[in-house]
């Protein structure tokens, strides 16, 4: 069964710094999907960024950057320039191909202070 | 943009009740999936649907049950209600485009509160 873990339960970074959360998981597949949920104070659940396994391109999405590491089953989120509005709980989540199935880490709480 | 339209955005209900909660895809999207996230966790996928055929099945009780119409609407129908049955309940959307995955958009999630 696929895992997906999040060592880090809260983060925090100043206004204009730049942060980084891990993601870790664990599967025997060789191609899946890997992305980046913000859940915000309202609880709304935005994607932030999504991954092919097969591309070996990090993905970027303006201030979010990913590194990917395939062999390490490594997934870390970088966000430059924080913002107040980044704050939030971010989801690491997995999924194999030909699946509906989104599945989450833990979370990390990100604090992003002026 | 259009976004994933869920109600009620709250429901609170007794035990033993029944509940449905609706979703309305975002315009043109074709498949709906529906997670349950508990207090202080993780969304858990429950199902989702594909052209109103069930697509995927995963950790739903058996007091739930759920369809997609055939505006592509889907509603998720649960009976018995225990208090453990309070959580926030995502609907998400995607359209299939023929690739292998989809990304799924979520909707704000209704609240059921069961007292």
């Known amino acids: 069964a696929q895992t997906v873990t999040q060592s880090q339960p809260e983060m925090s970074v100043q206004e204009a710094e730049t942060v980084t959360l891990s993601c870790t998981y664990d599967t025997s597949e060789n191609n899946y999907y890997l992305f980046w949920y913000k859940q915000p104070p309202s609880r709304q659940m935005i994607l932030v960024i999504r991954?092919?396994?097969?591309?070996?391109q990090n993905a970027t999405e303006n201030r979010f950057s990913v590194n990917f590491q395939k062999a390490a089953k490594s997934f870390s989120l970088k966000i430059s320039d924080s913002q107040l509005g980044d704050t939030a709980m971010y989801f690491c989540a997995f999924m194999k191909p030909n699946t509906d199935k989104l599945i989450f880490g833990t979370g990390t709480r990100l604090q992003v202070f002026p | 943009a259009a976004g994933v339209i869920q109600s009620p955005r709250h429901l609170i209900k007794e035990k033993r009740e029944t509940a449905t909660l609706k979703c309305y895809p975002i315009?043109?999207?074709?498949?709906v999936y529906w997670y349950q996230q508990g207090p202080g966790q993780d969304p858990q996928f429950l199902i989702s649907?594909?052209?109103?055929?069930?697509?995927d099945k995963g950790s739903i009780p058996d007091r739930f049950s759920a369809q997609q119409f055939s505006d592509y609407h889907s509603e998720l129908n649960m009976s018995s209600l225990e208090l453990g049955d309070s959580a926030l309940y995502f609907c998400a959307s995607s359209r299939n485009s023929g690739a292998s995955t989809d990304t799924q958009y979520f909707g704000p999630g209704t609240r059921l509160t069961v007292l």
């Open positions: 991954q092919e396994a097969y591309k070996q």
């Open positions: 649907f594909y052209e109103k055929m069930q697509s």
């Open positions: 315009p043109r999207h074709d498949t």
